[in-house]
């Protein structure tokens, strides 16, 4: 089972009223960030507000989650061992390069959970893809992840990634549209949730909505965010609407008049309906209420 992970809030770690409010929010996943949303002066005390953070505070029925220096910065077994004691629900895991990443993940994970006497493997793995390399190697990191029932999803680190390929990131996002699609591709081939990118332009509403349009349309199963404004909307983005699940509970409907009658393929609302449609009707039904666990 996987938690839902529609808006996907970061929080830095440095900032205790920030932390205070972003458990009452509302998102679907907390993310208290150690990385690059807090500044390396602040790094060390941040590690101590996150274990008192996820000691202390109510995070309802969010999931808490750590997203660690990543294995470039030599920080990251540092921030496992201050962190994991405290029971974070998962941890997140930035600049992931390749399968021998994810191993080295995996055994420190194994390593922390054993010495804070948690449940081996209990702790989820969501796996950041920021640059081109990381794009490449894909199949191998989620063929990695899987094998030890660790990794539960894909985040695209679109911000990251642009540097990484010297593009230019423009309003309509085409510089991102290999790299997106390639990643909702490989999440949804492994059976994991791809979380998709931050929209930076946090005051502009419009913008929010396009992209997370976009992003649910191409099979994301949530969006990063980065200011409560945004879990709201991107939460209702990523939920069917009542006029979608009006139209699967039809399409079931008359699929089972009709397969009664012996009919495969049929026409409703001057449409044809056959098994693709059918299924899409399945999937749809499948990812609608706010809360729920999407497995
Ligand atoms: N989580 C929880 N609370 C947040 C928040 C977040 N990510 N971002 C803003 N807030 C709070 C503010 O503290 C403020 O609370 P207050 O009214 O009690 O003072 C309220 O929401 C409104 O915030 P606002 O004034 O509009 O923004 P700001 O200038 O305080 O913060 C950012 C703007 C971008 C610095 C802030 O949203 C932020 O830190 N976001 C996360 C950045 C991050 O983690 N980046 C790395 C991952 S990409
Ligand atoms: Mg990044």
């Not at 081996?120 to 992840?145: K, P």
Request: charged letters at 25%; proline letters at 3%.
């Amino acid at each position: 089972m996987m938690h839902s992970r529609k808006a996907f809030l970061y929080v830095p770690g440095s900032d205790l009223h920030k932390m205070e409010k972003a458990a009452a929010a509302g998102a679907d996943c907390v993310v208290l960030d150690l990385e690059d949303g807090v500044e390396e002066s602040s790094k060390d005390a941040a590690r101590v507000n996150i274990a008192q953070a996820l000691r202390t505070l109510d995070f309802g029925s969010a999931e808490r989650a750590v997203r660690v220096n990543g294995f470039p910065s030599a920080r990251c077994e540092a921030d496992l061992a201050a962190v994991l004691p405290a029971g974070p629900e998962a941890v997140v895991l930035p600049k992931v390069e390749s399968a021998a990443d994810i191993e080295r993940i995996h055994a420190l994970l194994l390593e922390a959970e054993r010495a804070s006497g948690q449940a081996e493997g209990s702790t989820a793995l969501l796996a950041i893809i920021e640059s081109a390399r990381a794009m490449v190697e894909l199949e191998a990191i989620c063929r990695a992840g899987v094998a030890h029932e660790r990794l539960q999803g894909l985040v695209f680190g679109a911000e990251d990634f642009t540097a990484d390929m010297g593009a230019t990131r423009t309003p309509e996002a085409l510089e991102l549209l290999y790299a997106r699609s390639r990643l909702v591709l490989y999440a949804n081939a492994f059976g994991l949730q791809a979380i998709d990118l931050v929209t930076v332009n946090f005051k502009e509403e419009a913008v929010l909505i396009r992209e997370a349009t976009q992003g649910a349309q191409m099979g994301y199963a949530g969006k990063q965010v980065i200011h409560p404004a945004q879990i709201a909307p991107v939460q209702a983005l990523f939920t069917p609407s009542e006029k979608e699940i009006g139209w699967a509970k039809r399409v079931l409907a008359e699929a089972a008049r009709q397969a009664a009658l012996g009919k495969g393929a049929f026409t409703l609302d001057g449409q044809m309906v056959d098994r693709p449609v059918l299924r899409r009707a399945e999937s749809l039904l499948a990812r609608g209420g706010t809360n729920e666990i999407r497995s």
